[in-house]
């Protein structure tokens, strides 16, 4: 097993790992499970982690560790409480599962959403999508930058604004809004229509949201 993926394993089997991760799965699974947990199912993870951590101790052999499994957990389990907050209010019981317009309005298996029927992400505050799954084994290699990679060039300092012209661009890819030349709260709003381009636009989207952060938060 090379990725932990919460949204597998049910909430009481979620909260079963939080509790005995990084413990010989032959001790644990010896005694009468909780309802809700299943033997085969949690079988894998336990003994993947127990032989992770072997390795760690006496090889040296690095893995993303038992603490950032319980991370990924404990969000899950979190977003899932929100989630169905929010269904009770009247939202789609997923909302990862759709896209959401200017006007708030979900529309399911948009492009960006969560696909099929299962869930992989979920939405934080500021509208980003993250990723449940925890990569177990693979991490970055710090340090390394291969000849074929070239630097980017920095990230523009401003948005495009043609004060006489009214309008308002993306420096990255030229997308371009309009407003009433002279009216400051018109520009205000043209600058937030940019500003949801960036969060959303399919050319070079981590470009266009670097450059988000870096201009509105």
């Known amino acids: 097993?090379?990725?932990?993926d919460p949204v597998k394993y049910s909430l009481a089997e979620n909260k079963f790992?939080?509790?005995h991760l990084g413990e010989s799965p032959i001790t644990v699974l010896k005694d009468s499970l909780p309802e809700g947990v299943n033997a085969t199912a949690v079988q894998e993870v336990l003994s993947t982690v127990y032989q992770l951590e072997e390795e760690r101790n006496h090889r040296g052999w690095v893995w993303a560790g038992i603490e950032k499994l319980k991370a990924s957990i404990e969000t899950y389990l979190t977003e899932w409480i929100r989630w169905k907050e929010m269904s009770a209010r009247g939202a789609p019981r997923f909302p990862s599962m759709h896209t959401w317009d200017s006007r708030g309005r979900p529309h399911r298996g948009g492009i960006g959403s969560d696909s099929g029927s299962k869930i992989s992400t979920y939405i934080d505050k500021d509208g980003n999508r993250h990723k449940l799954a925890l990569s177990l084994r693979d991490g970055p290699v710090e340090g390394f930058i291969p000849s074929w990679i070239k630097p980017e060039a920095p990230l523009p300092d401003d948005l495009d604004i043609d004060m006489d012209a009214g309008t308002v661009a993306c420096?990255?890819?030229g997308w371009t809004t309009n407003y009433?030349?002279?009216s400051q709260s018109q520009l205000n709003l043209a600058?937030?229509?940019?500003?949801k381009h960036l969060k959303?636009?399919?050319?070079?989207?981590?470009?266009?949201?670097?450059l988000w952060q870096k201009l509105f938060t």
Do not use: I, N, T, Y
């Open 180 to 182: 009433s030349s002279g």
């Open 171 to 173: 420096p990255l890819c």
């Open 17 to 19: 790992f939080l509790k």
């Open 191 to 195: 600058r937030s229509r940019v500003a």
């Open 1 to 4: 097993m090379d990725v932990f």
């Open 200 to 210: 959303s636009a399919k050319e070079e989207p981590e470009r266009h949201r670097d």
